[in-house]
């Protein structure tokens, strides 16, 4: 063979060698692109209560993903602001929330991706949302306390405006709570707006310094003694008095109105990560289990509540939820 084409041929293997390496490299990188996300640790945001924060955090860490998620917890108003201003460039995989807040985003930027859920909800709902709980707002009191002060246990949310109770009183503030709002909703459907303002204005008075930034606020008062009654979750007020605790509650004669909680993943087209839909499913479908006996409301189908406290008197507002229609009710506490 002569030197000439000796060093034809050495090109073209050289060629064809730097080709072969070159389409390896490209698949190396594209393999690594997709397996990137879901190598990355799922971002969870959410605005639960101690209780469900503990489910989740066991479900995922019983079921393979223990050090593979970063949750952090906000206030609603909190991480609802962060949804509505941040849309798709929020650092979040997951989102746990209040339902309205979901919707809303979901409606200004399409900031959910369709779910194959595992479960079926007992009623028609978004293709992006999960239902998580149902929030139910009650009266509760703390027996001791009450009975020192020689105060009545009230049957209404209106008798809470009565001036006996100032002093005595704990809410959550509307402004950062979304249970106080259960309040709200039930004053305005039975009371209609302009009654309401005047016996917010008597709760108000009553509640004085008592006026707490989360739900669980008012409980925490209740529990010490510090006030004598309160408004706040009701599955916090049950699980207390089934613990011992000095604590009871009354349904108020305005009904037990109610809230719903969901998950959603957030849609970051390819850099969606995997990983946080199976996350999704393992909470519907291993930590409603528990979920329901904190929360007993069934909201999937063979789900049962029997044997759990229910309220007798459950409600839900008449009105669709939305953020604007939050922000208008809170208008009425200024």
Same mark, same amino acid.
């Given at each position: 063979?002569?030197?000439?084409?000796? #060093? *034809?041929?050495?090109?073209?293997? &050289?060629?064809?060698?730097?080709?072969?390496?070159?389409?390896?490299?490209?698949?190396?990188?594209?393999?690594?692109?997709?397996?990137?996300?879901?190598?990355?640790?799922?971002?969870?945001?959410?605005?639960?209560?101690?209780?469900?924060?503990?489910?989740?955090? #066991?479900?995922?860490?019983?079921?393979?993903?223990?050090?593979?998620?970063?949750?952090?917890?906000?206030?609603?108003?909190?991480?609802?602001?962060?949804?509505?201003?941040?849309?798709?460039?929020?650092?979040?995989? &997951?989102?746990?929330?209040?339902?309205?807040?979901?919707?809303?985003? !979901?409606?200004?930027? !399409?900031?959910?991706?369709?779910?194959?859920?595992?479960?079926?909800?007992?009623?028609?709902? $978004?293709?992006?949302?999960?239902?998580? *709980?149902?929030?139910?707002?009650?009266?509760?009191?703390?027996? #001791?306390?009450?009975?020192?002060?020689?105060? $009545?246990?009230?049957?209404?949310?209106?008798?809470?405006?009565?001036?006996?109770?100032?002093?005595?009183?704990?809410?959550?503030?509307?402004?950062?709570?979304?249970?106080?709002?259960?309040?709200?909703?039930?004053?305005?459907?039975?009371?209609?707006?302009?009654?309401?303002?005047?016996?917010?204005?008597? %709760?108000?008075?009553?509640?004085?310094?008592?006026?707490?930034?989360?739900?669980? =606020?008012?409980?925490?008062?209740?529990?010490?003694?510090?006030?004598?009654? =309160?408004? =706040?979750?009701?599955?916090?007020?049950?699980?207390?008095?089934?613990? =011992? &605790? $000095? %604590?009871?509650?009354?349904? $108020?004669?305005?009904?037990?109105?109610?809230?719903?909680?969901?998950?959603?993943?957030?849609?970051?087209?390819?850099?969606?990560?995997?990983?946080?839909?199976?996350?999704?499913?393992? %909470?519907?479908?291993?930590?409603?289990?528990?979920?329901?006996?904190?929360?007993?409301?069934?909201?999937?189908?063979?789900?049962?509540?029997?044997?759990?406290? %229910?309220?007798?008197?459950?409600?839900?507002?008449?009105? #669709?939820?939305?953020?604007?229609?939050?922000? !208008?009710?809170?208008?009425?506490?200024?």
């Amino acid at each position: 063979m002569n030197r000439k084409l000796k #060093k *034809t041929l050495a090109g073209l293997c &050289l060629i064809g060698t730097l080709t072969l390496l070159g389409a390896c490299g490209k698949s190396s990188a594209s393999e690594s692109h997709a397996s990137a996300a879901s190598d990355k640790k799922v971002v969870i945001y959410t605005n639960a209560d101690e209780e469900p924060v503990n489910v989740i955090k #066991k479900v995922l860490d019983t079921n393979g993903y223990k050090n593979k998620y970063v949750l952090q917890s906000f206030g609603t108003s909190e991480l609802g602001g962060k949804l509505l201003a941040e849309g798709k460039h929020i650092e979040a995989d &997951l989102v746990t929330m209040s339902t309205f807040y979901l919707d809303s985003a !979901q409606k200004k930027s !399409q900031l959910f991706k369709p779910l194959k859920l595992a479960a079926t909800p007992l009623t028609k709902v $978004p293709d992006f949302e999960a239902p998580m *709980t149902t929030q139910e707002g009650v009266i509760f009191y703390n027996t #001791k306390a009450l009975k020192e002060a020689n105060l $009545p246990v009230p049957k209404s949310l209106a008798e809470l405006a009565d001036s006996k109770y100032k002093g005595q009183l704990s809410i959550s503030d509307i402004k950062h709570s979304s249970t106080a709002w259960l309040l709200f909703q039930a004053l305005i459907e039975q009371y209609g707006e302009n009654k309401t303002k005047t016996i917010l204005k008597g %709760i108000y008075q009553n509640a004085g310094d008592h006026i707490e930034e989360s739900g669980s =606020g008012p409980l925490k008062k209740v529990r010490v003694g510090e006030v004598a009654l =309160g408004f =706040g979750l009701r599955h916090q007020a049950v699980k207390d008095k089934q613990d =011992g &605790l $000095p %604590i009871d509650y009354v349904e $108020p004669t305005e009904g037990t109105y109610s809230l719903t909680e969901s998950l959603a993943v957030v849609d970051k087209g390819k850099k969606t990560n995997p990983a946080a839909e199976k996350m999704l499913n393992l %909470i519907v479908t291993k930590g409603r289990k528990e979920l329901i006996k904190d929360y007993p409301s069934a909201l999937y189908q063979n789900e049962s509540t029997q044997g759990l406290e %229910i309220a007798k008197d459950q409600k839900v507002f008449a009105k #669709k939820l939305t953020p604007e229609l939050l922000k !208008q009710h809170a208008e009425l506490a200024e």
